[in-house]
């Protein structure tokens, strides 16, 4: 190569060289980045890089519903400020095009949650008429306490006596019940009654309570086809019903039928970040969504038949650690370690040291494929509705009926890859410990005092301001910002104002990473009044719920605060906002939507795909307040996210006429110095 060719090269390569400090705030993401360079190893860092996004798509007005487009229809400075006259060739206003793609994301967000949620309202009904032997009902108290919200009777009259009936028998109708929420055609949802009164009631009178699942899904398809649904209030309605159908049944039900399964979570101890991995251990990652398989891998891994497997191939052991939310899934019910979030699955293939990488749904990047071969790590698809056609991936079918089987096959797997190991190991030395699972039971159990359980401690610290409020901050990474920057900013800049957070996710991991789920955080980071309840509690101020259908979690804990007393009627009258500061999923799009459904300001970072309709854009951020009481908004900047959340809080607060109590709290020095004596 001439002299001036290869120089080309390089600054070629150096243009596109990422620096991997301005991609993530993680140090253990920074370093795999560096690997990753010296390895020669693309990754989506890079790729977001190179490829910037459409800049029509991204206003949400390209429409692609018929052969007649794509009719793209960007907002130019000419129609901001005079005559918006875009029409598609149909005549579809930006509005209509706007409101049809932003449906058509609830409704693909709403089903892989409900998805998801069918698989286990599946085994679990297949536990209940015992045809598994793998799976059984773990706790009977919750089967008990959702039974009821089926209608299902936990008692049976015998002569006069009233005896408890066999849990089986409770086990198999519940799932019949709950595997029919689905295909349900007329009336409501059974969960629907579990909100606040005053919240179904105006679901009712709105004609938004989801009849079934899979309909309410059909009929955005259906709506949002060429030439049906152009109104698009009209179109945000039937976005409604389908993502309340995801949050208040398709993720509410995945939830409990996984807690009667495989266990309530409860507070527990467990690790988090890259540094979770061994080099001297044969190292699985379990990544998704389900734990339908995982549960079964965690019995498979740890089985002394299998480590002594792994002690014959050279390894002193098995590591069996998460990746999104399968790692939430199995982190609250079990402490196993998580290795990372989102934006880190390529990473830990460039550690060297990942034996095997499963996954079954959700947030798996096609990308995977290409990294575990530039390594010797073996990618396992087991879902039949996830493959990923490279060629390059092994296919082992995980099926209810022989789980642990499959399991086992899966630990074989990667203990026989072992030894072939090629690429230099270099594990980052990050990770921190962190106390999680805090259910609605655990924390009603925690903040309840020893001998009952209630939220009403939790109230009354609401209500005399040592709590100003309570935030949820969930959701995704993104590749198109730094890597969990956001959400650490939005959760310390909520906690240095007594704003107690609600967690999930992808959220739930950045913090983890950064030390904010253990009780000790509470005084480094929060305001005098909430290091003071959760020094006395002994609970992080960041409380990690779970997965990301268990953000049904947050809408119960939310309900169950209502119902306490003292602080309004409705979801909508709390002090309380929510928020995604680097979502990127359509799962994502239904959650807020739901939460908005629900009564909830709900702000999204990065981006929102509304920009290119205004008029669409202002009825999500403010005319749908006035209808279900909770708003969408978007803001990029994350001080500016909790700022707002803040405000809002305060203004619930106001309308409560629990203000004064919050002024007089803050004027109080002495507990300032009490707290710092202490
Ligand atoms: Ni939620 Fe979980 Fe993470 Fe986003 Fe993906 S893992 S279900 S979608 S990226 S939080
Ligand atoms: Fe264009 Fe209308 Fe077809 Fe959409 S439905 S592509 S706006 S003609």
Redesign the pocket.
Known sequence: MAPEEAKLKVIEKEKKQIKPEDKSVDPATIKMLYKAQADGVETIFDRAETMKACAIGIQGTC????S????RLPLTKKEAEGEDSRK???G?TPET?AARNFARMVAAGAAAHSDHGRGVAEVFLAAARKETKDYTIKDETKLKAIAGDFGVATTVKEGDEEKERDIYSIAVEVGEKALGEWGKQEGEIYYARRAPQARYELWKKLGIIPRGIDREIVEIMHRTH??VDQDYENIVKQCSRAALADGWAGSMMATDLQDVLFGTPYPIRGQINLGVLKEDHVNIIVHGHEPLLSEMIVVAAQDPEMIEYARTKGAKGIVLAGMCCTANEILVRHGMPIAGNYLQQELAIITGAVDAMVVDVQCIMENLANVAACYHTKLITTNPRCKIASGKTIHIEFDEHHALEDARKIVKTAIDNFPNRRAEVLIPKEKEMMVVGFSYEAINYHLGGTFRGSYTPLNDNIINGRIRGIGGVVGCNNARTMHDSAHLIVVKELLKNDVIVLTTGCNAMACGKAGLLTPEAARVYCGPGLAEVCDAVGIPPVLHMGSCVDNSRILMAATEVVKAGGLGNDISDLPAAGCAPEWMSEKAISIGHYFVASGVYTIFGVTLPVEGAPVFKDYLFNGLEKIVGGKWDLIEDPYEMARKMIAHIDAKRKALGIDKARERKLMDMADRQKLKAA
């Open positions: 429409c692609k519903n018929c007649q487009g794509p009719c598609g060739l149909c579809a095009i060429m030439g």
